[in-house]
């Protein structure tokens, strides 16, 4: 079961990640619907996903969350390099593909930013995103924020480069909608 509640709303929770979710997470990116959109390229294995959860989810520099419905584990969505002197940080998600379309992945963002402008006081929330990428792109804008720019030829992914667009959605834009 995942750990406790820390956001919510009717549609998802957000819940701290627990030992117990390192299977799900694994097995997840490991998928190539999940691996292609964030950027992964080599598969992960048991260790490794216990090391990212080591090192960077009980680390102190982000904010790591599940996204969970009705109990279930649907996904990711976290908040890292925060930097509380610039009021920045930049925002990443996934959800497994048999849970696409669902809009969890929309209202875990609207909560996750909430958060960050309501509760960490951050000014700015960034997102990066690949060209090929349409239904995330839908997502960050739907939830408010605006294309900023694109890193041409940024990543190496399926045998050719692509594009990646950078988002950002400031406070006052937040506080607009």
Known sequence: MP???FLGS??????????????FLQMQVNDPAVW?????????????????YEDVVCGDDG????????????????????DQETGNAELGYWVAPEHHGRGYGTEATRLTVE?????????RVDARVFEFNEPSRRLLESVGFCREGVLRDA??????????YWYGLLEDEWRED
């Not at 959109?37 to 996903?49: K, L, M, T, V, W």
């Open 115 to 123: 958060y960050a402008f309501q509760q960490l006081r951050l000014h």
């Open 3 to 5: 750990g406790p509640v």
């Open 36 to 52: 292609r959109p964030i950027g992964g390229s080599r598969p992960i294995n048991a260790d490794q996903e216990r090391e990212f």
């Open 155 to 164: 990543e190496f992914i399926d045998g050719e480069y692509r594009d990646v």
């Open 63 to 82: 904010v790591h969350l599940l996204i969970a419905v009705d109990e279930t584990p649907v996904g990711t969505i976290g908040l890292r390099d925060i």
């Open 10 to 23: 009717d549609e998802v929770a957000l819940r701290t990640i627990e030992e117990e979710d390192l299977e």
